[in-house]
Nanobody, 121 residues
Framework: QVQLVESGGGLVQAGGSLRLSCAAS????????MGWYRQAPGKQRELVAT???????YYTDSVKGRFTIARDNAKNTVYLQMSSLKPEDTAVYYC???????????????WGQGTQVTVSS
């Protein structure tokens, strides 16, 4: 079983910064990709950023230049550094990871429990 535990959410004023962390634990071979999604009230969950081996990254347009995703493979941890935060960034942020728990070509998808980020104007 694989667990993803997030931390770092909170309340911040517009223009401020927060760093989210997500650590994977449990029994697995390796992690193919890690990323962050978010879901605002009344909206669908959307992809924010991903990072895969060997370090390729993707960002949704609305966070480019403001958010940075990074990964520590030794700690099985992914980070999301969020700067110049806007009220529209307010959402529950979910960690996501594709994890190889078996000898297969396709990783299993896992989710964290979510962490609230609130940006006040």
């Amino acid at each position: 079983q694989v667990q993803l535990v997030e931390s770092g959410g909170g309340l911040v004023q517009a223009g401020g910064s927060l760093r989210l962390s997500c650590a994977a634990s449990g029994s697995f071979f390796s992690i193919k990709y890690m990323g962050w999604y978010r879901q605002a009230p009344g909206k669908q969950r959307e992809l924010v950023a991903t990072i895969a081996r060997p370090g390729s990254t993707y960002y949704t347009d609305s966070v480019k230049g403001r958010f940075t995703i990074a990964r520590d493979n030794a700690k099985n941890t992914v980070y999301l550094q969020m700067s110049s935060l806007k009220p529209e960034d307010t959402a529950v942020y979910y960690c996501n990871a594709g994890v190889f728990t078996r000898a297969t070509m396709i990783p299993d998808d896992y989710w964290g429990q979510g962490t609230q980020v609130t940006v006040s104007s």
